[in-house]
């Protein structure tokens, strides 16, 4: 049987055995549910972004009504008016709610508008009843239209926008961080656990006959790592579904996603092949969770730290060093703080720390799955057969 073959069927194994696993599916189904949830409800509460202003006017004044009627694109609504006779009548119709706000002019003009409500209206009809006015006040004093027109002309303000996608950028990377952080944690435990309860059962002895030590190792370790992916697709199809059919996506996220994928595949593949060499060392699987523990710590420490100094010089470093850098590197690139130079020797050097620590945890794993009795220590397991303990 050659070697893909080999990795082949205990990665099926691994597979069927996940899928028989009911917290799999549930926290399969809690991801795309929450994940539809977050892309789905903005859009059904936030409905329709047009509206309608209902405005009543006293008294025929159709430069009022233009006015009004003009304030639609300011408010980013629609402003229907209504003219009526009295100013008891404008009254009762804002008092039952069956318009917005009432507007009188002559000498005293009037806003009439329940209390606390309604404020940008109000602000825009003041601004309405003040043209009107000083537009006629300019026709009595005897300047025509034109001069009229060109004494209320002003420039036009310009539109200078602030960059605000820093922010948002900023919480993309708090996301995709805390992602990368939860699932190279529990796929870690998952093979550290798997490997333990292997060896203590001596299922592996049963299968190091039929498959290699190295392709048990490497079958379990894609297996998880392919259980780990799936789950994380539960929660990144909608926003996929949402991105391709042309809907709003936070900014940022799309970018951190895209760059997060080559950290998180080989930073999935350099934990968890380290999880299974150090699985392998102890006796029991109540141990596992102890010998994992120095990477535990170290992702939790690299999480912190990449949250509160990500964009100095110690969060390059991190962005280099290849235990933090499947953290560290993608919340850099998502918050626009690393270089072309970076990212490619961060995955330089990334991709040959995995290649190495495959060919020092497979000899591991294979000194140490076969020898039970007590829990081995590193040093014990790749001594020379000379210096090995009995």
Same mark, same amino acid.
């Given at each position: 049987?050659?070697?893909?073959?080999?990795?082949?069927?205990?990665?099926?194994?691994?597979?069927?055995?996940?899928?028989?696993?009911?917290?799999?599916?549930?926290?399969?189904?809690?991801?795309?549910?929450?994940?539809?949830?977050?892309?789905?409800?903005?859009?059904?509460?936030?409905?329709?972004?047009?509206?309608?202003?209902?405005?009543?006017?006293?008294?025929?004044?159709?430069?009022?009504?233009?006015?009004?009627?003009?304030?639609?694109?300011?408010?980013?609504?629609?402003?229907?008016?209504?003219?009526?006779?009295?100013?008891?009548?404008?009254?009762?119709?804002?008092?039952?709610?069956?318009?917005?706000?009432?507007?009188?002019?002559?000498?005293?003009?009037?806003?009439?508008?329940?209390?606390?409500?309604?404020?940008?209206?109000?602000?825009?009809?003041?601004?309405?009843?003040?043209?009107?006015?000083?537009?006629?006040?300019?026709?009595?004093?005897?300047?025509?239209?034109?001069?009229?027109?060109?004494?209320?002309?002003?420039?036009?303000?310009?539109?200078?926008?602030?960059?605000?996608?820093?922010?948002?950028?900023?919480?993309?990377?708090?996301?995709?961080?805390?992602?990368?952080?939860?699932?190279?944690?529990?796929?870690?435990?998952?093979?550290?656990? %798997?490997?333990? !309860?292997?060896?203590?059962?001596?299922? @592996?002895?049963? $299968? =190091? &006959? *039929? /498959?290699?030590?190295?392709?048990?190792?490497?079958?379990?370790?894609? %297996?998880?790592? !392919?259980?780990?992916?799936?789950?994380? @697709?539960?929660? $990144? =199809? &909608? *926003? /996929?579904?949402?991105?391709?059919?042309?809907?709003?996506?936070?900014? %940022?996220?799309?970018?951190?996603?895209?760059?997060?994928?080559?950290?998180?595949? =080989?930073?999935?593949?350099?934990?968890?092949?380290?999880?299974?060499?150090?699985?392998?060392?102890?006796?029991?699987?109540?141990?596992?969770?102890?010998?994992?523990?120095? =990477?535990?710590?170290?992702?939790?420490?690299?999480?912190?730290?990449?949250?509160?100094?990500?964009?100095?010089?110690?969060?390059?470093?991190?962005?280099?060093?290849?235990?933090?850098?499947?953290?560290?590197?993608?919340?850099?690139?998502?918050?626009?703080?690393?270089?072309?130079?970076?990212?490619?020797?961060?995955?330089?050097?990334?991709?040959?720390?995995?290649?190495?620590?495959?060919?020092?945890?497979?000899?591991?794993?294979?000194?140490?799955?076969?020898?039970?009795?007590?829990?081995?220590?590193?040093?014990?397991?790749?001594?020379?057969?000379?210096?090995?303990?009995?």
């Amino acid at each position: 049987m050659s070697s893909f073959e080999s990795v082949r069927l205990v990665m099926i194994r691994e597979l069927r055995q996940a899928t028989r696993k009911k917290g799999l599916w549930a926290v399969f189904a809690l991801l795309f549910v929450g994940s539809t949830a977050a892309m789905v409800l903005p859009e059904v509460v936030g409905g329709d972004d047009s509206s309608t202003d209902e405005v009543v006017v006293v008294g025929d004044d159709p430069a009022l009504v233009d006015a009004l009627t003009a304030l639609g694109p300011a408010l980013d609504s629609r402003v229907d008016v209504t003219i009526v006779e009295t100013d008891t009548e404008a009254a009762r119709l804002v008092e039952d709610q069956e318009v917005d706000i009432a507007v009188t002019s002559g000498d005293s003009p009037e806003i009439i508008v329940r209390a606390g409500e309604n404020a940008a209206l109000v602000g825009a009809a003041r601004q309405a009843l003040y043209v009107t006015t000083l537009t006629d006040r300019l026709g009595d004093a005897g300047l025509s239209d034109a001069q009229i027109t060109d004494s209320l002309a002003v420039p036009t303000a310009q539109l200078r926008e602030l960059d605000v996608s820093g922010q948002s950028r900023r919480g993309a990377s708090v996301v995709i961080s805390l992602v990368l952080y939860v699932l190279l944690l529990t796929g870690m435990v998952q093979v550290a656990n %798997g490997t333990a !309860i292997e060896k203590s059962n001596r299922i @592996s002895e049963m $299968l =190091l &006959p *039929v /498959v290699s030590p190295g392709a048990l190792l490497f079958g379990k370790v894609i %297996g998880v790592g !392919i259980v780990n992916v799936v789950t994380l @697709s539960a929660g $990144l =199809l &909608p *926003v /996929v579904v949402k991105f391709s059919i042309g809907g709003d996506l936070p900014d %940022g996220i799309g970018g951190a996603l895209a760059a997060s994928a080559a950290w998180f595949a =080989l930073g999935l593949a350099l934990y968890l092949t380290l999880a299974g060499m150090l699985g392998a060392l102890v006796e029991r699987q109540e141990e596992a969770g102890q010998v994992v523990s120095p =990477l535990t710590y170290l992702l939790i420490a690299t999480y912190i730290a990449i949250q509160s100094s990500g964009d100095g010089v110690f969060g390059a470093v991190l962005a280099y060093f290849p235990l933090t850098s499947p953290i560290a590197a993608p919340t850099r690139i998502a918050t626009g703080d690393s270089s072309p130079v970076e990212i490619v020797g961060s995955l330089v050097i990334l991709v040959a720390t995995v290649l190495v620590a495959g060919r020092f945890a497979s000899t591991v794993y294979a000194r140490a799955i076969v020898r039970t009795g007590k829990r081995l220590k590193l040093r014990d397991v790749m001594a020379s057969p000379r210096t090995r303990p009995a």
